[in-house]
């Protein structure tokens, strides 16, 4: 029974995928950030690998009924619009220095995620130039503010657009965001958590009306698999698997995961789950830990 167990243990920290997306205390929304305690903790958990993808955020938003949690760094303008404290690359590189030095049999690497960079192509240059990340995700996390108009300047976080749209309609201007940032030129590899707005999913709205929405999720993937992206599978909330048959289906090509964890103790959150569901659809994982899971022969799994 006991060498059983060690099998089956051994079977699943062998089954852990790299945290390619993680937030340290460089991140100007992550207050309880700690870079060392959260290499730390990767060798506690046995993660072989992670990227620490700091936020690049250039889109502000209006802060209408939420406002921002505390202990979170940023400065509203004039007029009401709130921005996170710019990313300090050179005190970011320099911690990450030092916990490579500190951790040697951990694979640590640099990262950013960048929210909407094909709004901002001459600012995201800049810093990835300067970053030299290796991890590069993009991400939506700004919609037009109904009230005042994306002509006008205003944007809203996407959970505060639940304020102002119907909730379906929330969910697919979000998705025609993620289509065109994919289709742009963008320079990232990774779109970041595909289902975002469903962390705000009000209970009101009842159970998500998939079948309205499959349409465009499909439109949204398929841009992605054109463009050669790879697909994150955010462990914040369970991806439901449907999304990934629909990877599958639209041609995509490989996938890789990320807690987006902004605390030591969230690293590593619900990534065992994730493998075997992304194992399950057909996709199988490389000779290293940071390479992407490639779609293997077989077919794309249950629908
Ligand atoms: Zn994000
Ligand atoms: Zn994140």
Same mark, same amino acid.
């Given at each position: 029974?006991?060498?059983?167990?060690?099998?089956?243990?051994?079977?699943?920290?062998?089954?852990?995928?790299?945290?390619?997306?993680?937030?340290?205390?460089?991140?100007?929304?992550?207050?309880?950030?700690?870079?060392?305690?959260?290499?730390?903790?990767?060798?506690?958990?046995?993660?072989?690998?992670?990227?620490?993808?700091?936020?690049?955020?250039?889109?502000?938003?209006?802060?209408?009924?939420?406002?921002?949690?505390?202990?979170?760094?940023?400065?509203?303008?004039?007029?009401?619009?709130?921005?996170?404290?710019?990313? @300090? #690359?050179?005190? !970011?590189?320099?911690?990450? $220095? /030092?916990?490579?030095?500190?951790?040697? &049999?951990? +694979?640590? %690497?640099?990262?950013?995620?960048?929210?909407?960079?094909?709004?901002?192509?001459?600012?995201?240059?800049?810093?990835?130039?300067?970053?030299?990340?290796?991890?590069?995700?993009?991400?939506?996390?700004?919609?037009?503010?109904?009230?005042?108009?994306?002509?006008?300047?205003?944007?809203?976080?996407?959970?505060?657009?639940?304020?102002?749209?119907?909730?379906?309609?929330?969910?697919?201007?979000?998705?025609?965001?993620?289509?065109?940032?994919?289709?742009?030129?963008?320079?990232? @590899? #990774?779109?970041? !958590?595909?289902?975002?707005? $469903? /962390?705000?999913?009000?209970?009101?709205? &009842?159970? +998500?009306? %998939?079948?309205?929405?499959?349409?465009?999720?499909?439109?949204?993937?398929?841009?992605?698999?054109?463009?050669?992206?790879?697909?994150?599978?955010?462990?914040?909330?369970?991806?439901?698997?449907?999304?990934?048959?629909?990877?599958?289906?639209?041609?995509?090509?490989?996938?890789?995961?990320?807690?987006?964890?902004?605390?030591?103790?969230?690293?590593?959150?619900?990534?065992?789950?994730?493998?075997?569901?992304?194992?399950?659809?057909?996709?199988?994982?490389?000779?290293?830990?940071?390479?992407?899971?490639?779609?293997?022969?077989?077919?794309?799994?249950?629908?």
């Amino acid at each position: 029974m006991v060498n059983r167990h060690s099998d089956q243990v051994a079977n699943v920290v062998a089954m852990l995928p790299a945290d390619g997306h993680v937030h340290s205390q460089f991140s100007w929304d992550a207050p309880h950030g700690d870079m060392h305690a959260t290499c730390a903790r990767a060798m506690a958990l046995g993660l072989p690998a992670l990227a620490f993808t700091e936020h690049l955020d250039l889109t502000p938003w209006t802060l209408r009924a939420h406002p921002v949690p505390p202990g979170c760094r940023g400065r509203a303008d004039a007029r009401g619009r709130y921005l996170g404290e710019a990313l @300090d #690359v050179a005190a !970011h590189l320099e911690r990450l $220095l /030092r916990c490579q030095q500190a951790f040697p &049999g951990l +694979v640590i %690497w640099s990262g950013l995620e960048i929210s909407e960079p094909h709004w901002h192509p001459r600012e995201v240059a800049e810093v990835v130039a300067a970053v030299s990340p290796q991890r590069v995700i993009a991400s939506v996390h700004a919609l037009a503010d109904v009230h005042l108009g994306a002509a006008d300047g205003g944007y809203v976080e996407v959970g505060d657009g639940f304020d102002q749209r119907p909730a379906v309609e929330v969910v697919r201007a979000y998705l025609a965001e993620v289509t065109a940032m994919c289709t742009s030129r963008a320079p990232f @590899d #990774v779109l970041g !958590h595909i289902d975002y707005p $469903l /962390r705000y999913w009000p209970k009101g709205a &009842g159970p +998500v009306p %998939w079948e309205e929405l499959a349409d465009d999720f499909r439109a949204a993937l398929e841009a992605a698999a054109a463009a050669e992206r790879v697909l994150e599978v955010n462990t914040r909330v369970p991806l439901p698997p449907r999304v990934l048959s629909w990877w599958h289906q639209a041609g995509g090509q490989a996938v890789v995961f990320g807690s987006d964890a902004h605390r030591p103790l969230e690293l590593g959150r619900g990534l065992v789950e994730a493998a075997a569901m992304v194992s399950a659809h057909g996709f199988v994982p490389g000779q290293r830990p940071f390479e992407p899971w490639r779609r293997g022969p077989g077919r794309g799994g249950a629908r």
